[in-house]
C-alpha cells in the first residue's frame, strides 16, 4: 500500500497513497458497511485515494471523520465545487449543474430562488402523486410472490416521480433508463458524453415548450423563478433541470435498494415496523445513516492543512457520506442500525450544500416503506441469491431478488 506511485503528485506523502475500495465502478459481493468502511476508519484521518474518480488522474483525498468532513462542508473559501461533477466538461462545454456546481455567492442566490419550491411542506404536497405511483407498481408483483425489487421498483419509481415533476409522459421511461446508466453506471467516457448530449438536447427541448406553453410543473415554476432581481436564463433553467435528473434518479434508487435489503435481512425489524408504523420515520432516518451511500467532490481553492497534511489548489477532494455518517467516533457500534438512535448524519450532506431534494427523498422513502409493508407479507432474500454491491460514487445494489 505505502509503495511509490510514478504519477503521484509530489505534495502526496507516498505512505499515505493507496487505492480506495469504496470508488471502483464496479460490482461485487463484499458489503461496503460492514467489511469495508470499518477498516477505512482505523486507517489516517486523511489519506489519498490513488484511483478515486474515473479517467487519467483519477486520485484525490479523502477525508473519512465526520467532524472533518463537516468542516471541509461548510468552508467554501479553500474549498469550492465550481467543476466538480464535469458533465458540461465532457462535451466541452461550460454551463453549470444548478445550485450543485455553484459557489458564494452565486450559489446563496441561487438557493434561496430554489428553496421556496423544494420544503417539506411543498413535498407534502405531492403525496398523493407519489403514493399513486408506489401502488402502480407494488400492484406488478405483490400477487407474484417474488421481484427483483431494484428492477421491478427501486428503479421506476424514482423515475416515475421526475417524469412527473417536470411534466413528461410516463412512456419516456425507457429513454430516461437508459440515459441514466450511460451517465452514471459506466466508465464509457464515449458514451457518458453522449447521454450528457442527449439529456441536453431534452431538457432545452421541453424548456423551449414550457416558455411558450407553461403548464404546472417545475420546468414551468422554474422560468418564473426570480434571482438577484431577474428571471432565470435558459441555461440557468437547464442546469437546474439537469441536477434535478441526476439528483431525482440514481440517489433515492440506491437508498430503496439499501433499505430494502436490510428489510430483508432482518426480519424482526419487519415486524417491529408492521406492528407499530409510527416507528417509520425514526427507522428511516437510522437506515439513512447507515446506509449512507453517495460521494461527492469538492475542489481544493487555496492551500490548507488538515491534519499536518498540505492539500493543494486544484486537488480533489472526496466527501464519502458512507464514511462520515458511519464514524465510529460519533456513532457507537455503527453497523448496527438501531432505530432509536435517532441519528444527526451526513447522508444529505451539510452546510450551504446541503442537498436540495432531502424533502422529497424523504418523502420517497416513507411512501414506499408504508405501501410496501402494508401490501407485502414478510419478505425475505431469495434462497441463494448474493447481494452484488455496486461501488462507486453512488454506493447502490443492482439486484435483489426478494421473495415472500
Known sequence: MSQPIPSLPS???????????????????????????????????IFYGTD?????????????????????????????????GQ???????????????????????????????????????????????ARSLVAKFKDQGHCDFVKDYGVPFPISIFLDLIGLPQERMDQFLDWEFSLLHTNDMEARGA??????AMLLEEIE?????????????????????????????????FNLFLGGL???TANLG????????????????????????????????????VSTMRICHQEITIHGITIKPGDRVLMSTPLGSNDPEVFENPTVVDINRR???????????????????RRELEVSYREILGSLPEFRLAPGFQVPFFLSNIIHIDELQLVW
Open 258 to 293: 439499501l433499505h430494502f435489503f436490510h428489510l430483508a435481512t432482518n426480519p424482526q425489524m419487519q415486524r417491529e415496523l408492521r406492528e407499530d408504523p409510527t416507528k417509520i420515520d425514526a427507522a428511516q432516518e437510522e437506515l439513512l445513516r447507515a446506509y449512507s451511500a
Open 11 to 45: 505534495h502526496v506523502p507516498p505512505e499515505l497513497a493507496y487505492p480506495f475500495p469504496l470508488t471502483p465502478r464496479k460490482a461485487g459481493l463484499v458489503n461496503p458497511f460492514t467489511d469495508l468502511i470499518p477498516k477505512i476508519h482505523q486507517g489516517p484521518a
Open 343 to 361: 441519528p444527526v448524519h451526513l447522508t444529505f450532506g451539510f452546510g450551504p450544500h446541503r442537498c436540495l431534494g432531502a424533502a422529497l427523498a
Open 209 to 241: 415548450k414550457r416558455q411558450k406553453n407553461p403548464t404546472d410543473d417545475m420546468i414551468s415554476n422554474t422560468l418564473k423563478l426570480i434571482v438577484d432581481g431577474r428571471k432565470w436564463t435558459t441555461e440557468e433553467v437547464f442546469g437546474h433541470c
Open 52 to 84: 478515486i474518480f474515473p479517467g487519467p488522474g483519477g486520485g484525490g483525498w479523502v477525508i473519512r471523520r465526520s467532524e472533518d468532513l463537516k468542516a471541509v462542508y461548510s468552508n467554501t473559501t479553500e474549498f469550492i465545487k465550481k467543476g466538480n
Open 250 to 252: 440514481d440517489t433515492v
Open 87 to 133: 458533465f458540461a466538461a465532457m462535451i466541452g462545454e461550460s454551463w453549470d449543474v444548478i445550485p450543485t456546481e455553484l459557489d458564494p455567492p452565486r450559489h446563496t442566490a441561487f438557493r434561496m430562488s430554489l428553496n421556496p419550491a423544494f420544503t417539506p411542506r411543498k413535498m407534502a404536497e405531492l403525496d398523493g402523486k407519489v403514493r399513486d405511483r
Open 195 to 200: 447521454a450528457v448530449r442527449a439529456v441536453k
